[in-house]
């Protein structure tokens, strides 16, 4: 089996853990795992992007264009330009919120949320468009996004890791105050992906 899957954020949303929980998971079960990180500027809320690969033999940790099976979207632009890494008919799941650069702040550029919203729908396979925002909120931290984003990772079928596996790796890398909100925002991942 093989499972690549990309992250695509900015810097402060949590994408590296996200991507090293999900590489924990798999090498839990004994799989090859193969990560790479691309972070520009991440402090100043710039590009991060992750790529992580679990199977067997793989044999680098960069992702082909066109072969990721799954585009973990932490921001509307930022997943937009990941777009290239996913397979055709490939599954994304995204945030539906955005962090609008400076360069729009100043009137320089703009920055068209529902043109954006809408080109993500159009895409082939599954599309799913999560309220990042409300959804933190609800599990009670705004900064847990990430881990609501894995929560819903976990409904899919196909993975090589249960939701349980998964949620323990994020938990592994989580200082333990704030494990119990992170396990609400795991959850809070997974039921809206009942009604996406």
Do not use: C, W
């Not at 900015?10 to 999900?22: E, N, P, T, W």
């Not at 004994?30 to 044999?59: P, Y």
């Not at 397979?87 to 609008?100: E, L, M, N, T």
């Not at 702040?105 to 043109?115: F, N, P, V």
Request: proline share 5%; charged share 20%; glycine share 12%.
């Amino acid at each position: 089996m093989k499972l690549d899957i990309v992250i695509s954020g900015v810097g402060g949303q949590g994408s590296v853990l996200a991507s090293r929980a999900l590489a924990g998971a798999g090498m839990g079960l004994g799989l090859d795992v193969r990560t790479s990180e691309i972070i520009g500027m991440a402090q100043r809320e710039g590009s991060v992007t992750s790529q992580v690969r679990i199977g067997e033999q793989l044999f680098g940790a960069t992702i082909p264009d066109h072969e990721a099976d799954i585009l973990l979207g932490f921001e509307l632009a930022e997943t937009i330009r990941a777009l290239p890494k996913l397979k055709p008919g490939g599954v994304i799941i995204a945030s539906s919120s955005a962090i609008v650069p400076v360069s729009v702040q100043l009137g320089i550029s703009s920055y068209d949320r529902e043109a954006m919203r809408r080109y993500l729908r159009e895409q082939p396979g599954k599309v799913v468009l999560l309220d990042l925002d409300e959804l933190a909120k609800s599990a009670g931290n705004i900064k847990t996004g990430n881990v609501i984003i894995l929560g819903a990772l976990s409904t899919l079928p196909g993975l090589p890791f249960e939701p349980e596996q998964l949620q323990q790796a994020v938990l592994n890398l989580i200082p333990e105050k704030l494990q119990n909100t992170n396990k609400r925002a795991f959850e809070v991942g997974r039921r809206a992906m009942e009604v996406a």
